[in-house]
């Protein structure tokens, strides 16, 4: 992913998202409310930071990024939260899990 096309889909998805809360689009702005709480599990966090840093030069970064989300948020919902594993609440967390693989990214850029 070039330095532009990561920093203009952050740019429009920071548009999108403010312009759904300020329109009250609730189709957008729900699963985003959902993303943002399940961001905030120390587990997902430290896991997708570390498994983003050690696969950064990868070729293909997001296949592995999305196998290793799936992989680790089951993980997470079995042994540490319980519950169904076949929810919307793990495919909620695997995005909160590639949004900080892609902020990782864009850090990178950044620097």
Known sequence: MSKKSCFMGFVI???VIMASFVLHFTPVTRPVSIIFRAMQN???ALSAVIVALLLL????YWLLMLGCGLFIVSL???FLIGGAL?????L???MAFLVY???VILIRHML
């Open 13 to 15: 998805a920071i548009v």
């Open 42 to 44: 120390p587990y997902i």
């Open 57 to 60: 030069k990868q070729k293909y």
């Open 76 to 78: 997470i919902q079995m």
């Open 86 to 90: 076949i929810s919307a609440a793990v």
């Open 92 to 94: 909620y967390k695997v």
């Open 101 to 103: 693989a892609y902020l």
